[in-house]
Each structure stands twice: as C-alpha cells, then as structure tokens.
C-alpha cells in the first residue's frame, strides 16, 4: 500500500475553484462577451432548461429566496436535523423558525408536522426520496454544482428551487450561487426583488460553465471506478452516486447493523486511504440534538470515501482499501451478498483451518455454497482480494 502522501489528489471542492487566472480573463473579457443574459441563457441550457438566476454568494441566495416565499414572522420552515449553521441562521434572520426533522436510516428527511416550507440539505451522492408534502420544496447542494442536464434527464428538477455553489472564489462572499427553479411563479417573484450584480459575477459565472463539463466528466469517471470497487470488494450498502442532481464528492458507504460504527471508522481511516464520517462532516445541529439523537445513530453508520477528479487508475483501486480491510476485520465483508461471504469464509476455513482468526462473517448466511471459484476483483481493487 502506498503511503497517505502517495494518495493526495486535488479535493473535487479544490478543483472546481475557479483559477485567478480564468477570472482575470473572464472580467477583461466581460464587455459584449460575458453579458448576464448570455451567461444565464447558457447556465440554464446547462441545466436542461430550467429557469435560473445567479447570486453573488449562498448567504444571499437563501436570503432572496426566503423573501421570495413570502415568510410570515415566525413561520416554521422544516430543515434536516443535520442542517449547516449558515442556512439556520439565515433562516432565523428572515423571521421564521427552523424545526428539525429527523433523517431515518437512508438519510431521507421525515416529519410528522405539516409545514409550508421544506427546505432540505442533502450531501450530493445520496439521492433525496424524501416525499414529504409541502407547498415549498428546496434543494440546498451548497457543498456542489449541478450535473449537466445530459447525466440527469431534462425532469431531475423536482424542488420548487435547488441551490448549488458556483465555487467562483475562496471567499464565500463572492464564490457565487446557482439557483435552478421548477416553479416558474416562485421564480418570477425571485428576479422580481433582484438586485443589479456586477457584471464580472456573470463574466466568472461564463468562466466556470465553460470548465465545468471537463471536470465533472473526470470526476463521474473515478466515481464509476471507486463505487464499482467497493461494491465488488467490500459488498456493503451504498446508494448510486449517478441517481442525483449535484455532483458528489465521494461514494457513500452504510455500515451494517452488524458493526459497531466508531470501530468501523476507526479501522477504515488507519488504513492511509482517504475516507470521511458523516458525523463529523455534517453534524447534527447544536439546537436538534436533544430532540433527534436517532438521527443521530443513523448518521453514524454512514462513511464517505472522498474521490478526487484528479485521481489516476492507480488511486482510485487504493482509494477502496481503507473500507474492505476494515469490512474483512469486523465480519462485515459482502454483507450483501451472503454467498460470496460464505464462499469465502469456506475457503479461509480450508486453507487455515476453522481455529483461525481471518474473516468470519458477522451476520447470518443463509445462502448454498456456490461451486465455482469465488471472483476475485484483483483488477478493480489491488492486493485487498488474496483468495
């Protein structure tokens, strides 16, 4: 295995900060190049045709929308109980009160309180199922930027309106927002109270839309390769990270009940491969956590193995090993598929004997041996398949 350093790749959130450079060309550039009409035309070519409008940073994008939907004071508006503490504030600062759903066990936001207002957070690489009646919906990807309309389908857009992060610049106050509506009446009160931007917002915004494509076509190639590396080496639950609207950062990973999940992260991040844990990297919120320690628990059984656009073939195979090793040490191996995890098992047991201490599934197997030799993804995750 190769050592941490060997395995540093440029973060997806690093590459897709616009260069000083493009910017600097795009604003000497602006003057009949770069109008904002012609830069909104194409973002929305880009998003399958769908209405947008672009805001000078995130802070401000859910500033206007929230003016947008007419919030009356104090009104609820319902977040996931893992909201950021920018998007509660902001909330808090348009009047309304945020109240907390729990995230169930897919992370999919449910609430049992009727709200007029939902306004869901969700990491890009989990699909949102959430099906919770309102008569607001918004998709806040502040953490990515959309996919292009030909990876999604031209009707991914089900939210009234989905934020994303332009990434323009390291300041947020300046890195830029998209906001792709599917209402046409919540859009038309949007640029109704809009404010004149700069025109070298749009010029940046032009900027980025041209390098976008060859960097999200990168990135969905090392995705494709990690997510089919883990599948077949590891076997363990993880959603499609092809199934959305933002471009993920990384491959999700679901730790059996099986597991103990403090145990799993711990073996997984020793291993000098990249890997992150949803507590950590999207808590619960400082004001839910009394109230929704469940989604809590459900957050902790969930791992993401960051991906880099700029990963080799080489990084992306180790990029795997950290999660099968610590799979092969807590039994968790194949979780789902029972007959690959006893065909396995029954093979370790014939070679070093059934005192052994290599792997022995920790759930039950209720499947028939298979008679042909197990597969071995040698080519797809290195040395981690040894039988």
Known sequence: MRSANDLSRLPLAQALLLPPEDAAISQAKQNGHHSPRQTIEKWSDYAGGYSVSIARNLEEARHRLLQALDIVDREPVLLPANATHPLVEVVKQSGAIPIFGELNQDLQLSSHQHVRIVWSQPLPGILIKDGIVAEHTVLDYSDSVPLPALETGESSFQADVTIFDLHLSPDPKTAGALLVFNSEALYARFIAD????????????????????????????????????????????????????????????????????????????????????????????????????????????????????????????????????????????????????????????????????????????????????????EDVVGPACRV
């Open 194 to 377: 809009s404010r004149p931007a700069e025109p070298t917002l749009y010029a940046r915004a032009a900027s980025q839309l041209k390098r976008l494509p060859a960097i999200v076509s990168r990135q969905v190639t090392a995705l494709d390769m990690v997510s089919t590396g883990l599948q077949v080496a590891a076997g363990l639950p993880a959603p499609s990270v092809f199934d959305g609207i933002a471009l993920a950062h990384g491959v999700a990973v679901q730790i059996p009940d099986e597991g103990s999940p403090s145990t799993f992260w711990t073996y997984a991040s020793s291993e000098n491969t990249p890997v992150q844990w949803l507590p950590q990297l999207r808590p619960v919120h400082y004001a839910a956590i009394a109230s929704h320690l469940t989604t809590a628990r459900h957050l902790e059984r969930w791992l993401m193995v960051p991906v880099s656009p700029d990963n080799d073939a080489e990084a992306n195979k180790q990029t795997v090993l950290g999660i099968v090793k610590a799979a092969e040490y807590m039994g968790l191996r194949w979780r789902t598929d029972p007959a690959q995890a006893a065909h396995y098992a029954a093979l370790l047991n014939a070679r070093y004997g059934s005192d052994h201490d290599a792997y022995r599934p920790a759930f039950s197997i209720e499947a028939k041996l298979p008679t042909e030799t197990m597969f071995c993804a």
